[in-house]
């Protein structure tokens, strides 16, 4: 074969290769597509030559010259045009016009090549290097072709360099400087060599065109294997997030067989790609048979489905849940023709939310059902019984003399202890029956679906039972008993609250008869009034014989965790009920009176108390003492203010008087301006149980008060309740925007909650999370350490 023979073959399969692999790249693009004809086109002007140059002798060189011509004559068409997609002059592209603009040209130069004879060529002649076509006359045919070739050729040049200069797309830059830089070196050869060259008589190569071309597409292929010298299109956009994409996608056929899936699918599946193919829905997504294949169909020909949620295990006995949104793929005649489905995996979300829901509604150290999650399955109970016309038995249970556990052994001890009586508890009630902690060593029962009363006290004398054995806590062995009160629905109440309610009446009633017992309520109900006249009698003397006792539960910086408060809450030690919480007795004082004099005693010792410790060194603290709405409403509360700071000798500044709200907002005009004087006297004021009236945001800024103190209703749920959690941030929000100085969370108990009050800027928390109420001698253990800059609650 004569060497430009083999010469013109290589350039053949260099140009189909090319071509062939730019359209592979993306079949889909308009631009591959017209560079790949482009390529065809250099390909077909090769091959005439592969036979031109076997020719012996001229007749059969003109016929390989005539099997280029279709090549030659229409590449300057696929050129410009190639340009016009690559420079994105799209919109020009849709004008039928430029069609005819493009191809007619190349259709009448072949036309007349083909049929009057070659008009580029006047002859050929054979030389040592092979033949060597000598140029035409001149013809205004030649002419006009070199012409057409030139503009096409140097307007798709000076588009593509324009587009790279205006391009802020540094690959584009970069790609059309190569293209545009091999372009104009190949039209300056091309000048030289089909013009200059022969002009002097000068004949080098017989293949005087296609060699210089092969470098300009050699340079167009490299930019494209470089800097992927294509224009983005949505087939080729969505190839790419499809193989891409986090979550597994499936693309199915009317039978709900797998046409198509992604990598990710793969992946979360356990199946290779090619093993999905032509398998049905529920062979390759198991947990589907939960949703129903037909019901998912059934769906998906009225709207797409969206956030289905199932588990299953993969084929490598993996388990997985995951959500499952799908949606029909249709014709354009709106048939349907396939279903597209997206499987997102949700396991590690699953399964936290499955713990967080789990630690939301069940006790933190027994794991038993939390308050909240008890009485939820107190009113399921209470709505099938009103259904059914059943009973529903409500006990309380307290440990007798619990504290005297946590007092003498520790906490650590206690915990263990509430642990195992948790776990007796548990195995003593049936199946259907719930206990949960409500707090403390104080445990709840739902007794559901009782046909009569006495169904409850089989339960109650198994758990007295389940007390008999000692509880054997590692190096310590305790006995324990329990007090328990019963309430029935619907002799003992209607509703969830009532129930609890009796239920406590009648667990006290136990405790007071000595514990290790169990009570019904309305046994307990005979006695109430005189035990009530009882501890009125007792809370007359109790003052003089010195019963009462003050605790004081710290008040803690959120941004420094040191205490900078504490709120002084009384409590009464009764000589046979021991220690008695304020709700014991307070109401009481707040109807006989006394509440007076017991407000002053608290108002004179938590001053005096204060100002012992400032007198010690101890970082200063500010006390904060409850004022109820008789001691509020009482004309003498300025003097006995007064005369408590005055005896005490502690600054005003020093003490805070909280005022529940429902108290201020009963005679607005009124609580301004008795917290006028107030704070005239120096004292600082704060609204108690912020949250709870109806006009609260209304009178913020119209009461002369100092600090905010947030409702613990609202901070109990805050981080299971979206509503509580806005008003909290809402709350916070506005009293800082009122230039209120502090704003106070009670009830704080969690992380969780301390966590989430910290993110909304809340300044100070109190409540269990920190410390519950101290006796004095402890409280003033943490401001020694306090003493320390670093120390932190």
Request: hydrophobic content about 45%; charged content about 20%.
């Amino acid at each position: 074969m004569a060497l430009f023979a083999i010469i013109a073959l290589f350039l053949v399969l260099t140009y189909v290769i090319v071509g062939a692999y730019t359209l592979s790249l993306n079949p889909g693009s308009w631009l591959n597509r017209v560079f790949a004809l482009l390529c065809l086109c250099f390909a077909v002007w090769a091959l005439g030559y592969v036979f031109a140059h076997q020719a012996l002798e001229p007749g059969v060189y003109w016929i390989g010259y005539r099997i280029a011509t279709p090549g030659w004559s229409a590449c300057a068409g696929f050129i410009l045009h190639f340009f016009l997609i690559l420079t994105g002059r799209t919109g020009l592209l849709k004008k039928k016009w430029i069609y005819v603009v493009l191809y007619l040209p190349a259709v009448v130069f072949a036309w007349k090549n083909l049929l009057d004879g070659p008009f580029l060529a006047a002859d050929v002649v054979r030389k040592p290097q092979g033949w060597v076509e000598i140029s035409g006359n001149g013809s205004a045919w030649t002419w006009a072709f070199f012409s057409y070739f030139a503009l096409y050729t140097l307007t798709g040049l000076v588009l593509c360099t324009v587009w790279g200069v205006r391009s802020r797309v540094e690959r584009e830059k970069r790609q059309a400087r190569i293209v545009a830089t091999a372009g104009f070196a190949v039209v300056l050869t091309l000048i030289l060599v089909e013009f200059v060259l022969p002009a002097l008589g000068i004949y080098v190569l017989p293949m005087r065109s296609q060699i210089p071309v092969l470098f300009w597409v050699m340079a167009i292929a490299y930019s494209m294997y470089r800097y992927r010298l294509m224009r983005v299109t949505p087939a080729l956009a969505a190839d790419e997030i499809l193989r891409t994409m986090m979550n597994a996608l499936i693309i199915f056929d009317p039978e709900m067989k797998v046409l198509a899936s992604n990598p990710a699918a793969s992946r979360l599946l356990g199946s290779a790609l090619e093993d999905m193919a032509g398998r049905g829905i529920d062979e390759i997504i198991p947990g589907v048979a939960e949703i129903s294949k037909e019901t998912l169909l059934e769906k998906l020909g009225r709207r797409p489905v969206e956030g289905i949620d199932f588990s299953f295990k993969n084929r490598q006995g993996r388990e997985l849940h995951v959500t499952l949104s799908a949606s029909t793929i249709r014709d354009i005649n709106g048939e349907p023709i396939g279903v597209v489905a997206v499987l997102q995996d949700i396991t590690e979300l699953h399964r936290t939310r499955t713990q967080l829901d789990h630690l939301a509604h069940h006790d933190g150290l027994t794991d038993l059902p939390n308050r909240h999650l008890f009485r939820d399955r107190l009113d399921q109970a209470l709505i099938r019984a009103r259904r059914q016309r059943w009973m529903v038995g409500v006990m309380l249970l307290d440990l007798d003399k619990f504290k005297d556990v946590n007092d003498s052994l520790g906490h650590a001890v206690g915990d263990q202890l509430l642990l195992a009586v948790a776990s007796r508890l548990a195995a003593a009630i049936r199946m259907s029956d719930t206990v949960g902690r409500m707090g403390g060593d104080e445990f709840s029962f739902v007794i559901p679906d009782m046909e009569k009363p006495q169904e409850v006290t089989i339960i109650a004398n198994r758990i007295l039972q389940s007390f008999e054995a000692p509880f054997s806590l590692g190096e310590s062995v305790l006995s324990i008993t329990p007090s328990i009160g019963i309430a029935i629905h619907p002799m003992d109440g209607d509703d969830g609250e009532t129930l609890l309610k009796s239920s406590d009446i009648a667990m006290y009633r136990a405790k007071r008869a000595g514990g290790n017992t169990y009570t019904f309520f309305a046994d307990s109900l005979s006695i109430i009034a005189e035990e009530r006249k009882a501890l009125e009698k007792d809370l007359r003397a109790a003052l003089g014989r010195g019963e009462f006792t003050l605790h004081y539960q710290p008040q803690v910086s959120v941004p420094t965790r040191r205490v900078i408060g504490a709120e002084a809450l009384v409590r009464w030690n009764h000589p046979t009920l021991g220690m008695l919480p304020p709700l014991k007795f307070l109401p009481l004082a707040e109807e006989t009176g006394l509440i007076l004099s017991l407000g002053e005693w608290v108002l004179a010792n938590a001053c005096a108390q204060i100002k012992r410790w400032q007198d010690e060194g101890l970082p200063p603290i500010r006390v904060s003492v409850n004022l109820s709405l008789r001691e509020f409403r009482d004309g003498r509360l300025e003097d006995t203010i007064s005369r408590s700071l005055r005896e005490s000798g502690l600054a005003p500044r020093w003490l805070e008087l909280e005022v529940a709200e429902e108290t201020a907002i009963k005679d607005v005009e009124k609580t301004v301006r008795t917290m006028e004087r107030l704070r005239d006297l120096g004292v600082r004021v704060a609204i108690d149980e912020f949250g709870s009236g109806l006009a609260s945001v209304m009178y913020m800024k119209k009461l002369p008060i100092d600090t905010l103190k947030i409702g613990r209703a609202f901070i109990r749920d805050v981080t299971q309740d979206l509503n509580n959690a806005t008003i909290v941030a809402s709350i916070t929000s506005m009293a800082h925007g009122f230039d209120l100085e502090v704003v106070i969370a009670e009830g704080t108990e969690t992380a969780e909650q301390f966590e989430f009050l910290r993110s909304i800027k809340c300044d100070v928390v109190q409540g269990f999370f920190f410390s519950r109420p101290l006796p004095p001698d402890e409280l003033r253990d943490i401001l020694v350490k306090h003493r320390d800059p670093a120390f932190q609650l």
